[in-house]
């Protein structure tokens, strides 16, 4: 098992940007691939994008072109870059490695 930890949400204005970072803890971090997902309170779970240990990304259709992940195999820490924020975007995002391990999520919250 893998102790995933998520950052760097936060409160930022429409069209805005952040950086999240997922980070393994005390481990390595070998994985096959990576998921961020997002919840936002009374909603079900969304994906949002992937990243594979070859390096293959993919994304939901309402994030394309505006978020980009990143990382490799082996490195401590996969990210997820959002730019063109919008309040659509506030939710809870947390990664998980191989369908396995999940980190206890960062708060993005998108104003308008």
């Known amino acids: 098992q893998v102790r995933l930890v998520e950052s760097g949400g936060g409160l930022v204005q429409a069209g805005g940007s952040l950086r999240l970072s997922c980070t393994a803890i005390?481990?390595?971090?070998?994985?096959?691939?990576i998921d961020w997902y997002r919840q936002a309170p009374g909603k079900q779970r969304e994906f949002v994008a992937t990243?594979?240990?070859?390096?293959?990304?993919n994304y939901a259709d309402v994030v394309k072109g505006r978020f980009t992940v990143s990382g490799a195999n082996g490195d401590k820490t996969v990210y997820l870059q959002m730019t063109s924020l919008k309040p659509d975007d506030t939710a809870r995002y947390y990664c998980?490695?191989?369908?396995?391990?999940r980190g206890p999520g960062t708060q993005v919250t998108v104003s308008s």
């Open positions: 990243i594979t240990s070859s390096g293959i990304t």
């Open positions: 005390g481990s390595m971090f070998a994985f096959n691939f």
């Open positions: 998980v490695r191989d369908d396995k391990d």
